[in-house]
Nanobody
Framework: QVQLVESGGGLVQAGGSLRLSCAAS????????MGWYRQAPGNQRELVAS???????NYKDSVKGRFTISRDNAKNTVYLQMNSLKPEDTAVYYC???????????WGQGTQVTVSS
């Protein structure tokens, strides 16, 4: 059974930084995409950034230049470095693993990020 464990959320002032981590455990194929999504109250869950096992990245326009996604394939861990945070970045951030080899998707439990103005 695959599990995703997230960490690194918290409260930060506008302009500050946070680093999120998501570690995946269990039977995972080598062909996968790991990503971070977020959901603010009253809003739909949206993609923030994703990275393939080949390290190809994709970002939501509003976070380009501020957020950086990376991964350690040996540890099945994905990171999201968030700089220059804004109040509108406040949301619950979820890690997602798309296992393309086994055609399955998995979600983490979510971690709260709150940016005060």
């Amino acid at each position: 059974q695959v599990q995703l464990v997230e960490s690194g959320g918290g409260l930060v002032q506008a302009g500050g930084s946070l680093r999120l981590s998501c570690a995946a455990s269990g039977s995972i194929s080598n062909i996968n995409v790991m990503g971070w999504y977020r959901q603010a109250p009253g809003n739909q869950r949206e993609l923030v950034a994703s990275i393939t096992s080949g390290r190809r990245t994709n970002y939501k326009d509003s976070v380009k230049g501020r957020f950086t996604i990376s991964r350690d394939n040996a540890k099945n861990t994905v990171y999201l470095q968030m700089n220059s945070l804004k109040p509108e970045d406040t949301a619950v951030y979820y890690c997602k693993l798309e296992d393309l080899g086994f055609s399955r998707n998995y979600w983490g439990q979510g971690t709260q990020v709150t940016v005060s103005s």
